[in-house]
């Protein structure tokens, strides 16, 4: 991380003013942007997985993961047969 504002960062000082406290303020609002950012995600993920915990959705996904694995093991058997071992 040091390494992005270390070069991609020294484009955007102004030499008029205090370079490091222009490094100061570009990163502390780059750290706020992602907490925004990050605690964003979280608030998002907490109502899909209520979404995905639900009985209707399990009962979907337990169908779908069977159907899968039905298809595995009749991909098996044919070819098992097709190559004769």
């Known amino acids: 991380m040091s390494l992005f504002f270390l070069t ?9 003013y ?3 406290l222009q490094f100061l303020l570009m990163g502390s609002f780059y750290a706020a942007v992602s907490i925004v950012w990050f605690a964003t995600i979280v608030l998002l993920l907490s109502y899909v997985r209520k979404w995905l915990m639900s009985p209707r959705v399990q009962n979907v996904i337990d169908k ?3 159907l899968v694995l039905i298809g595995f093991g009749l991909n098996m058997i044919f070819k098992v047969q097709r190559t004769g071992h």
Request: overall charge negative.
């Open 18 to 20: 205090n370079p490091s």
């Open 64 to 66: 779908a993961t069977g």
């Open 8 to 16: 991609f960062l020294p484009q955007f000082i102004m030499p008029d």
